[in-house]
């Protein structure tokens, strides 16, 4: 069962307000009061929709959507506690870990929503990061965001070395990033990369080129967001997995909602800020393929649980399709498993909804921006 979409598909501005209004009814009933975190989903059981977990790194991402939004809509979505006291919270929480993306995402919201008691995250960002032989590409591209959004680090040689290193996973001749820093290559998945390898280093070096204008962090954003939107699918699909090494589609399911609506258009948008290409044509094939999905017939976007559901993946145990065209590329980056979309069809639904990817979405769609959109 999934939500099916009337005849006519509606006008992008009514559909980004339409996602909008959505966002707002389902982000409060991701939140735990009592713990000032929000949730790590809402899953879809057989008695309902049901909270589970916790994640402080959801909450940050949700924290830099609501510091683009009036105050009362924050207090409605947070019901009714106070961007400084969730800021505070999540602070407390990652500071004592380990996670270097959790640090960093919780001193860039920081930042963005004014809260001033940093010095704590910023230590642990350095020290983690200084720590680190090997780092997710995303990862560090929130730590590069973070620097650049933060007083201290945006003056210090610190976040022109992360900057540095993130820019050492960039392959020019293909416009990708490799999944991991400082370990490109290695292991059965080594040579394979993610959307989100695209999006999180465009929209970092976006930022950076836009606060110190350094031309080699706006080129490789403006080729990264070239080579994304050449391989785009037919009817707007992001797809998921890239051959760091060709810059070819390894395989493409799952397609998620949240790259269409929201990581897609957010770091095209952030590239656009810095003087970089628009691709608002394909901003809108992404919108397109959100509201009229072919492998469903319908829409993830589900009205009668105010909830947009998490993606359109293929029917296979176990990411088999994942794994055998991952080793089939290994062994020769040419080569692709024939008759996968027959074998195994990219049907399934997964019924779950997270906060930061209506986080995202909120990010990438302030109010002004919607008004101002015309596909």
Known sequence: ??????????????????LRELSFDALPRMYVPGESCFAFRLQRTSTGVVQQGLSPRYTSIVLLALATEDAAAARTVLTGHQLFDV?????????????????????WSANANGFDDLSALRDRLRAIESA????PAVELSWVVSAAVSDSVLSKSDF?????????SGYNAKTGVFSHVIGNSGSGLRGHVSCFADFVYPMQALSQYH???????????????????????????????????RTGAVVEGYPVYSVHQHGMGPMALFDLATAGGPLHSSAIGKSLEWLERSPEISGSLIDEESRLIWRKVARREPAKLARKLQAAATLVSPSVRIPGVDWVLPP??????????EL?????????????????
């Open 1 to 18: 069962m999934h939500a099916k979409t009337g005849d006519k598909s509606l006008p992008q501005q009514a559909l980004l307000t339409k």
């Open 210 to 244: 836009g606060k110190f204008g350094r031309p080699a962090a706006r080129d490789a954003a403006v080729a990264c967001a070239d080579r994304a939107c050449k391989a785009q699918g037919p009817d707007g699909q992001w797809w998921w997995h890239f051959d760091w």
């Open 87 to 107: 800021c505070r919270r999540v602070s407390q929480r990652v500071v004592a870990a380990d996670n270097l993306g959790d640090v960093a995402l919780a001193l």
């Open 159 to 167: 976040v022109h070395r992360a900057a540095d290193r993130l820019l």
């Open 347 to 356: 049907r399934a639904i997964d019924f779950e909804c997270r906060p930061y």
């Open 132 to 135: 680190s032989t090997t780092v």
């Open 359 to 375: 986080g995202w979405l909120l990010y990438a769609w302030p109010p002004e921006r919607v008004a101002r959109w015309n596909a």
